[in-house]
C-alpha cells in the first residue's frame, strides 16, 4: 500500500494525508513477484556484503582448484605456502566478522536477547567440557597427540632460536588439559555466535515442513507439477534438517569409523576423505537451498496479514506497511545467516582436504628457501635473516596432525550446534504452530 497525495491549490506542492487506521479484518493482499536481476539483491541491506561473501567464496574456490591441479601435476611444491590457504582465511574472518556484528547487535538489545546469549554460551561450554573428558576409543580427533607433536617441534623451535630460548625454558607450553580447556572457551563462544542463526533457520525450517513457503507460481502451471514440486522441496528440507546429524558421528569410531574401516576395507585416509566429501556435500546443499528458506521467511508477512484478520479492532496504516517492508529488507540477513555458517564449514573442509594430501614431515624446499633469500637481499631492513628462520620454524611447528585436529574438531562443533539448535528450533516452531 502506497500513502495517498493531495493537491494544496496553486502550488505544486504534495502534502502526505493524515495519518488514518484501517479495520484489521481488511482483505489485504500481498503482490508476489520473483527477484530476478542480481543487482535487486544488492540494493537491499547488507546487500553488499553478500556479494562480497559470494565473490570471495567462489574465487577462494577457483584458486584451490588451480593449486591442487598444480600440484597434481607437480608443478608446484606440495611443501609451499600456497595462496588457497591466504583467501580461505579471508573468507573465513569475513564471515566471521558477520556473525560477530549480527552477535553484538543482539547483546545491544538486551532483555530475552541478551540473555539468551549468556545461556547459551554457558550450555554450549558445559557441552564442550563432556565432549573434552569422553574417552578416545568412542569419539576422537587427534588433539592429545596433534598437541604433543605442536610442543615437540616447539621445544625444538625454542631451543634452536636464541631470542627465545630463555623464555621456552622459563615459560612452558601449557599442558594438554589446559590447551583443551581453551578449546572449551572457544566452543562457547562460537555457540553464542550461531544460536540465533541457528535458531532462525530451525523456525524457517519448520515453516517449509508446514508447506507454507512455496514460491510465487504461473496461473497456467498443472497442479500436477505443483506437487510434484512441493515434494521435492520436503526432501531437500528433510535433508538439511537430517544429514547434518549423519555427520556428528563422522567422529564417532564405533559406529562409523571402525565399522567402515573393518567391514568394507577402507584406509584411513580414505575415510578422511569421505568424511570431508559428505560434510561438503552438506553444506553445498544447504547454500544452493537457500532460495527456499528466504522464500519462507518473505511468507511470514502474509501470515502477519491472516493473523490480523483474527483479531478485532482497527490498525494504523503504517503500522502494517512498516511490519511487510521490513520482512522484506530482513531477508538480506536471513541470507547471511544461512550463508556465513556453510561457508565456514567448506573453508574449513578445504583447508582439511590440503592437509589430508600433505606429508608428515614439511622439509624445507628450494623454490620457498630461494624466494625468502631474495626478498631478504633485496629489502635487507625489512626482512632480516632472523626473520627468515623465524618463519621457517614456525612453520615447523605447526605440524599437519596438530592443525588437522582442530580444524576437525572445530568443523564438529559448528555443524553440532547448527544441527542441534536448528532440530530444536523446528521441534519447538512446529508444535506451537499447531496448537
Not at 4 to 15: A, L, P, V, Y
Not at 73 to 100: A, E, N, R
Not at 352 to 362: I, R, Y
Amino acid at each position: 500500500a502506497v500513502v495517498s497525495t493531495q493537491s494544496t491549490g496553486n502550488n505544486d506542492k504534495k502534502e502526505p494525508l493524515e495519518d488514518f487506521t484501517i479495520p484489521r479484518d481488511s482483505n489485504l493482499k500481498i503482490r508476489s513477484n520473483r527477484i530476478i536481476s542480481y543487482a535487486q539483491i544488492k540494493l537491499l541491506p547488507h546487500g553488499d556484503e553478500i556479494d562480497m561473501a559470494i565473490l570471495m567464496s567462489l574465487s577462494s574456490l577457483l584458486i584451490y582448484i588451480v593449486t591442487e591441479v598444480s600440484i597434481y601435476l607437480k608443478y608446484t611444491p606440495v611443501t609451499d605456502l600456497h595462496l588457497s590457504y591466504i583467501w580461505s582465511m579471508l573468507v573465513l574472518l569475513f564471515c566471521t566478522k558477520f556473525l560477530c556484528y549480527m552477535f553484538k547487535v543482539y547483546i545491544q538489545l538486551g532483555g530475552g536477547e541478551r540473555s539468551l546469549c549468556a545461556l547459551s554460551s554457558f550450555l554450549f561450554v558445559v557441552f564442550a567440557l563432556f565432549v573434552s573428558m569422553a574417552n578416545k576409543n568412542s569419539i576422537d580427533f587427534g588433539i592429545e597427540e596433534g598437541y604433543g607433536e605442536f610442543v615437540s617441534e616447539f621445544m625444538k623451535f625454542a631451543n634452536s632460536t636464541k631470542m627465545i630460548k630463555s623464555a621456552a625454558h622459563q615459560d612452558p607450553l601449557p599442558s594438554v588439559k589446559a590447551f583443551k580447556g581453551f578449546l572449551i572457551i572457544l566452543s562457547g563462544f562460537i555457540g553464542a555466535l550461531l544460536t540465533f542463526p541457528s535458531f532462525r533457520y530451525g523456525s524457517l525450517t519448520s515453516q517449509l515442513l508446514l508447506g507454507e513457503a512455496s514460491l510465487p507460481q504461473d496461473e497456467n502451471k498443472e497442479k500436477k507439477e505443483e506437487g510434484i514440486k512441493d515434494k521435492l522441496v520436503q526432501v531437500l528440507v528433510h535433508f538439511n534438517l537430517i544429514a547434518p546429524l549423519f555427520v556428528l558421528v563422522c567422529w564417532c569410531k564405533p559406529l562409523v569409523q571402525d565399522h567402515f574401516m573393518n567391514e568394507f576395507a577402507v584406509s584411513e585416509k580414505s575415510f578422511n576423505f569421505l568424511r570431508i566429501a559428505f560434510i561438503a556435500i552438506t553444506m553445498l546443499v544447504r547454500v544452493f537451498s537457500i532460495k527456499l528458506y528466504t522464500q519462507a521467511h518473505l511468507n511470514t508477512a502474509k501470515r502477519y496479514l491472516r493473523q490480523l484478520k483474527r483479531e478485532a479492532g482497527r490498525v494504523d496504516h503504517k503500522t502494517v506497511q512498516q511490519k511487510i517492508a521490513y520482512t522484506f529488507q530482513y531477508s538480506s540477513v536471513i541470507v547471511l545467516q544461512i550463508l556465513t555458517p556453510a561457508l565456514i564449514v567448506l573453508q574449513l573442509c578445504l583447508i582439511l582436504f590440503s592437509l589430508q594430501n600433505t606429508p608428515d614431515v614439511m622439509p624445507d624446499v628450494a623454490p620457498a628457501n630461494t624466494i625468502l633469500a631474495g626478498v631478504t637481499d633485496i629489502m635487507p631492513d625489512v626482512v632480516s635473516r632472523s626473520d627468515v628462520t623465524v618463519f621457517q620454524g614456525m612453520r615447523a611447528v605447526l605440524t599437519k596432525n596438530f592443525m588437522a585436529s582442530v580444524l576437525s574438531y572445530v568443523v564438529w562443533w559448528i555443524v553440532s550446534v547448527n544441527a542441534g539448535v536448528s532440530m530444536m528450533s523446528t521441534c519447538y516452531h512446529h508444535v506451537s504452530e499447531q496448537v
